[in-house]
């Protein structure tokens, strides 16, 4: 039988606090706040099973940071190319800190269960916002292999922050430094190289399609 693990945020660890305790129910956790929504339940209805469960297979309750999160869905999409959800996220942490721990082992198998997906939590996500300046030539190549504009914004004004301002885009005629990367001037250069790109990548995804065979009249 596997070992069980539960895995909370801190924001929000009702069932972690009773594992901790020895207890078999969980109490009401109190101001309870995390981004991952579905973990995020103060006082869970089945919370003897829960704990029932991890004890019976040898298992654990653990809670990881709540600032992190983020940064585990980051890892993830970027080692797995999976666009985990916040939850799956957290698992994530905890699988990092048991691995630290010793208490799963390198050779050990671990299933970590993806409950959802990163586009549905659009408020936990941050980035940055890639830019094109126009005071320096562009760079038509990096825009067809659809790679990111340099400079890239730092957190403030023109990225995704904790902050209230909001990007204004602006045009390369009006004398500003940077400006909102949108649909790139025409050019021919510009044209081929961008449909070049799009060619290869069609090519790529899509397999080649037989004819049907025509059928005798």
Not at 16 to 44: C, H, M, Q, Y
Not at 55 to 67: C, D, M, N, T
Not at 95 to 123: C, H, M
């Amino acid at each position: 039988m596997p070992r069980m693990v539960a895995v909370q945020s801190t924001g929000c660890a009702p069932i972690v606090t009773a594992f901790d305790k020895g207890e078999r129910f969980a109490e009401l956790f109190p101001n309870a706040a995390t981004i991952a929504s579905g973990i995020r339940v103060p006082a869970a209805v089945g919370d003897f099973m829960i704990l029932d469960a991890v004890r019976a297979s040898g298992g654990l309750a653990i809670s990881v940071e709540e600032e992190r999160i983020r940064e585990w869905m980051e890892l993830a999409c970027r080692l797995e190319g999976i666009a985990v959800c916040p939850e799956a996220a957290a698992c994530v942490g905890a699988l990092e800190s048991l691995k630290a721990s010793r208490w799963i082992r390198p050779n050990d198998k671990v299933v970590i269960f993806n409950t959802g997906a990163a586009q549905k939590y659009v408020e936990a996500i941050r980035g940055e916002l890639p830019k094109l300046d126009v005071s320096e030539p562009i760079d038509w190549e990096r825009l067809a292999r659809g790679e990111a504009m340099i400079p890239r914004c730092s957190p403030g004004p023109c990225g995704l922050d904790d902050s209230t301002h909001e990007s204004q885009p602006t045009h390369a005629g009006s004398g500003d430094s940077e400006a909102s990367v949108g649909m790139p001037t025409e050019t021919p250069q510009a044209d081929e190289l961008i449909a070049k790109a799009s060619e290869e990548s069609l090519l790529i995804a899509s397999p080649p399609v037989e004819a049907p065979e025509s059928s005798p009249e």
